[in-house]
């Protein structure tokens, strides 16, 4: 990571948006909001520079209202204990540690995997 003017720079990001997980993105943040995400295709492109440091959901939310997290991870864990065949879902835009947590999470609680490419 260096800084340039008012920006930092990240050289070798990964891209996580279509699967190829292209892994030598520079990119260039003002602090807020990436504005520059060099070497990525005009998909990559798109997905970065629309992410931002705003807060725009609250931490966790449980039908619809907003919760704690250690009451959203206890209802979770309750839905999950009560369900027959738990799936565990989705995971496009998941980091390689996230979708090995998925995973170990499914096999422990005897459920399956899937992913938004089965679609
Ligand atoms: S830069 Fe483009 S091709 Fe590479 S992972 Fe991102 S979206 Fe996919």
């Known amino acids: 990571m260096s ?3 008012n920006l ?3 050289e070798n990001a990964t891209c996580t ?3 190829c ?3 030598d993105i520079e990119l260039h943040a003002d602090g ?5 995400a060099k070497k990525a295709c005009s998909l990559g ?3 970065f520079v ?5 807060r725009l959901y609250p931490d966790a939310l449980i039908d619809g209202r907003e919760a704690t997290l250690d009451e959203a991870v206890e209802a979770a864990a309750e839905h999950l204990h009560a369900a027959n065949m738990p799936l565990v879902y989705g995971l496009s835009n998941t980091t390689c ?3 090995r947590e998925a995973v170990a999470l499914a096999e422990s609680i005897g459920g399956v995997v899937d992913s938004h490419t089965s679609l």
């Open 45 to 47: 492109k798109s997905w």
């Open 32 to 36: 807020e909001r990436i504005v520059q």
């Open 97 to 99: 540690e996230a979708q």
């Open 3 to 5: 800084q340039t003017s």
């Open 50 to 54: 629309h992410h931002t440091a705003e």
């Open 17 to 19: 948006f279509c699967g």
């Open 21 to 23: 997980v292209c892994d």
């Open 8 to 10: 930092t720079v990240v």
